[in-house]
């Protein structure tokens, strides 16, 4: 029984990550640029300067792309080649991510972090798109992971340090100075152990897994790429508004929360095992590197939701130590069951709130109270009756729950916030005038940047509209 449990939940799993990566085409404008970075590397067999619309482009580093292009060169199509490589990246970490827990706690926390990580809205989503979001939380939440025997003293392998280190030098490769910071605290508050870390495996493992590109990329690209990737795209993404992502310093108050959707109300549990008479030093180390990035974040100008992306693992780990001891678990899940209840409403509205922004999104918020009231209901009478079984329903509702909102909303969002159905309709030789996001995506599917339709076109045709290859 346990073994027929053990695959029907795994292949939920895959349905849920690997069942619907073409729902919908490239969204936003990160995903298309990325993915035809990728493509060009592929192409041209230049795996060093990453080039958009062939010149070069210093904004992140190289590791996604490598994906994208290797994804490429096995021939999948546009939006498989990038989304693939990550989504199996993403299945990757969650069974190393309960494999680690399972050592350093047991099982039970292993399987229900796990399962909150696996289910919440944030690591679901940027597991469907090629950004680069996913590949830095995975590693970096690896490295910290890997790291924990090392910081509590006890058992600690050389191989784990070193792994550790090979982890946030991936993490490095994928997003620049960004893990660096966010591992800081856990080598100031191990500092008595630090000279570990400058042993020859730790230093040659960070060594070879970082910095090969950037000296390589450096030494083609001369003073362009340092003043490009380091002092535009890593320190002035902190202070200066030039980037266009300014939010107010509590933006990810709401955000942390819609990214750990429907879990976060098992985030009232956390305060008994980081400062009750059983705590544990691991799991206080989690919660600071957690809030010590929250806080850096917050305090930086510019905010994406993606950005605390790496911070959720950590999360989900302390949530499923919380949940695994709570004396009543049951009633603790009753609120993210309740939660689910809003998911028909959001595949409504979603679509529309990425398209054109959340203003425009209309709430039909009678509608939502009585959905959330009928799950909570639903939710109450599922966990209360099968007590010792609570947590797998509840994971299992949500599994099932995030599937259907993808096979709803997926369509939704490819005819409201993608450039592909308007490039399969008409492949239009010009642009009109775009949203950035969609005038990306329409440069992606044409496989070049193509001219704006305002600007003179060639001798008897109308330069004012869209024209087609018939």
Not at 154 to 159: G, I, K, L, N, P
Not at 356 to 362: D, T
């Amino acid at each position: 029984m346990r073994r027929l449990t053990l695959v029907a939940a795994l292949g939920l799993l895959c349905a849920l990550y690997l069942g619907n990566l073409t729902g919908m085409g490239m969204v936003g404008p990160d995903e298309p640029r990325y993915a035809d970075i990728g493509r060009a590397m592929a192409q041209s067999g230049d795996w060093i300067t990453p080039r958009l619309w062939g010149h070069p482009w210093f904004e992140k580093p190289a590791l996604l792309y490598w994906m994208t292009a290797t994804g490429f060169r096995l021939g999948l199509g546009p939006e498989l080649a990038p989304r693939l490589p990550v989504a199996l990246l993403s299945l990757a970490f969650l069974a190393f991510f309960w494999w680690r827990l399972r050592i350093e706690w047991d099982a039970r926390v292993a399987s229900c972090a796990t399962a909150m990580l696996a289910t919440s809205a944030g690591w679901l989503t940027f597991s469907h798109v090629a950004v680069t979001d996913l590949p830095l939380a995975a590693f970096f939440s690896a490295a910290v992971l890997l790291s924990l025997p090392w910081f509590t003293g006890r058992r600690a392998q050389a191989w784990e340090t070193t792994a550790s280190a090979a982890c946030l030098g991936l993490a490095v490769l994928a997003k620049g100075l960004v893990p660096l910071v966010l591992f800081f605290p856990v080598l100031v508050l191990g500092w008595r152990r630090l000279r570990d870390w400058l042993r020859p495996g730790p230093v040659l493992a960070f060594s070879l897994c970082a910095l090969p590109w950037y000296i390589l990329c450096l030494i083609r690209s001369g003073s362009e790429f340092p003043r490009v990737f380091f002092v535009e795209q890593q320190f002035n993404r902190f202070g200066s508004p030039a980037l266009q992502h300014v939010q107010p310093w509590w933006f990810y108050l709401p955000i942390s929360l819609l990214l750990l959707y429907p879990w976060f109300p098992v985030l009232v549990l956390t305060p008994r095992v980081l400062d009750g008479p059983a705590r544990d030093a691991r799991l206080r180390l989690l919660a600071v590197v957690a809030a010590f990035g929250f806080v850096f974040f917050s305090a930086s100008v510019n905010k994406l939701p993606g950005y605390l992306l790496p911070l959720l693992p950590l999360v989900c780990a302390c949530m499923g130590c919380a949940l695994a001891r709570a004396r009543r678990p049951a009633v603790a899940l009753i609120a993210p069951v309740a939660l689910l209840g809003a998911l028909p409403f959001l595949a409504q509205t979603a679509p529309v709130a990425l398209a054109r922004g959340l203003r425009s999104a209309q709430i039909p918020w009678t509608d939502v109270v009585l959905g959330l009231a009928a799950a909570a209901a639903a939710g109450a009478i599922l966990t209360l009756t099968a007590r010792a079984r609570a947590f797998p329903v509840a994971a299992t509702l949500a599994a099932v729950a995030f599937f259907w909102f993808q096979r709803a909303a997926f369509p939704a969002f490819d005819l409201a916030a993608s450039a592909r159905p308007m490039w399969l309709a008409n492949r239009p030789v010009c642009a009109p005038r775009l949203p950035r996001a969609l005038l990306y995506g329409l440069y992606y599917y044409a496989e070049r940047q193509i001219p704006d339709c305002t600007l003179p076109g060639p001798s008897g045709l109308d330069p004012t509209r869209t024209r087609v290859v018939r």
